[in-house]
């Protein structure tokens, strides 16, 4: 198939350890749902910060500091501006796991009680699970589970029938990481509200691959984590509803927080500082800042665009490959950039080594996903996944390792 994966520039040369070779191989990176690697510009930021700007922010009044906060605040500015919400419903936290968990504490405990409905997917990540286990645990509350359909969507009658428990809260990924699935949030949070739910956004897969608009899916909270969006680890956002964000009590409790301490109680800072106890992820903050202008620059609808093609290619060239299965929706437009695929007779185990062995980066495991795992009756897969940086080269250096694969293993 010819590819119009060719509508935004060939960005190869701007992740610096995508010019590096293993043993002799050139790196085929397609494990950035795993993580993203780093172009150069948010490198560049990181650097900036510790080489001319160090000072913690917030609480001083010398240069360095005002210069500090004026980066870390900015980049709040700009997150939040990109996706439609505002710096104060836009909080800093240390990954999408801790910004969910913020949510399953602060509003669990203070919303949740015996009897409550808590409803996820079957596709989510363990992160969007066993937070809400935990939380349904302790407050006696009951966690059920959205179905997947054998085509990798989720079951929306199912979903109706669920509804009918009148669910306190309904936790669904954006993108599913291994299906690829793209849920449509803005009905699922259509019929969550008209049922008195709040709705929790897993957006992790979702916000550097597809246009995301908070308003226009008008959920309650949106979690996503900003080393698979070409930003750095250690940073994450959660966007909540400010109404919501001021009723629930904080999460991590500390320095920053309050407003006044006193001997036995406290009061609590404006938001966002309410959740961002502690010395901030400065550095962090400013890198995603710089990651997210790399996006914008791009154009996340030309990222789509590209992504999408590539995705076509991928799922049309893994079908050549003979006694390959692939799990999820086939068509290219109900999913974002990944195939999770089994070769008969091959342990995904062995197809990442192998394929590894020729600088071909995969995923295999059970992908944080074992509800969905069992659900399809899967031990583990190997996933491919795509980035603005990836080509149609890299998706044949990926079947030729398949093929090489094969022949390993004499199939
Ligand atoms: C869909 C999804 N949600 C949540 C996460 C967790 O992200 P983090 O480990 O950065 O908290 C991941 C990471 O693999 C993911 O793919």
Redesign the pocket.
């Given at each position: 198939m010819a590819t119009e994966a060719t509508q935004i520039r060939d960005l190869t040369a701007e992740f610096p350890v995508l010019r590096r070779q293993v043993d002799g191989h050139p790196i085929t990176y397609l494990d950035s749902?795993?993580?993203s690697q780093t172009p150069q510009v948010v490198i560049d930021a990181i650097v900036d910060y510790y080489t001319n700007h160090r000072a913690s922010v917030h609480r001083g009044v010398y240069p360095l500091t005002v210069e500090a906060t004026d980066l870390y605040e900015g980049a709040r500015e700009r997150i939040a501006a990109w996706l439609g919400s505002t710096p104060r419903e836009t909080i800093f936290t240390?990954?999408?796991?801790?910004?969910?968990n913020l949510v399953s504490h602060s509003w669990g405990r203070s919303n949740l009680g015996a009897g409550d409905t808590v409803l996820v997917t079957e596709m989510?990540?363990?992160?969007?699970v066993v937070p809400w286990q935990l939380i349904c645990q302790e407050r006696g509350a009951k966690l059920e589970y959205i179905p997947v359909l054998d085509n990798g969507m989720l079951d929306l009658d199912a979903y109706d029938r669920l509804l009918e428990l009148k669910p306190k809260a309904v936790c669904v990924?954006?993108?599913?990481?291994v299906l690829g699935t793209i849920n449509p949030v803005q009905e699922i949070a259509r019929r969550a509200h008209a049922v008195g739910a709040i709705v929790v956004v897993?957006?992790?897969?979702a916000v550097p691959q597809i246009p995301v608009s908070l308003p226009e899916l008008d959920v309650d909270f949106y979690?996503w984590?900003?080393?698979?969006a070409y930003g750095p680890?250690g940073i994450?956002v959660l966007h909540g509803r400010r109404e919501l964000l001021d009723e629930i009590p904080p999460f991590i409790s500390g320095g920053h927080m309050i407003k006044q301490v006193f001997e036995t109680s406290s009061t609590w800072s404006d938001l966002p500082g309410k959740f961002e106890a502690g010395t901030s992820q400065i550095a962090e903050a400013i890198g995603l800042g710089a990651a997210v202008d790399f996006i914008q620059e791009i154009g996340i609808d030309a990222i789509r665009a590209h992504e999408q093609a590539l995705t076509a290619e991928l799922l049309e060239r893994l079908a050549e490959v003979p006694d390959l299965t692939i799990h999820g929706p086939l068509d290219p437009a109900d999913r974002g950039a990944l195939a999770s695929f089994a070769i008969a007779g091959a342990h995904p185990h062995d197809i990442g080594e192998i394929l590894g062995r020729e600088g071909v980066c995969v995923r295999t495991g059970h992908?944080?996903?074992q509800p969905l795992m069992r659900r399809f009756n899967l031990g583990s897969t190997t996933r491919a996944s795509l980035a603005v940086h990836n080509t149609s080269a890299d998706i044949d250096r990926l079947i030729a390792g398949l093929h090489t694969v094969r022949s390993t293993l004499q199939l």
């Open positions: 749902a795993a993580t240390a990954n999408a796991t801790a910004s969910v989510e990540h363990h992160s969007d990924a954006h993108v599913s990481n897993d957006g992790a897969q979690a984590t900003g080393h698979k680890t994450g992908h944080c996903a």
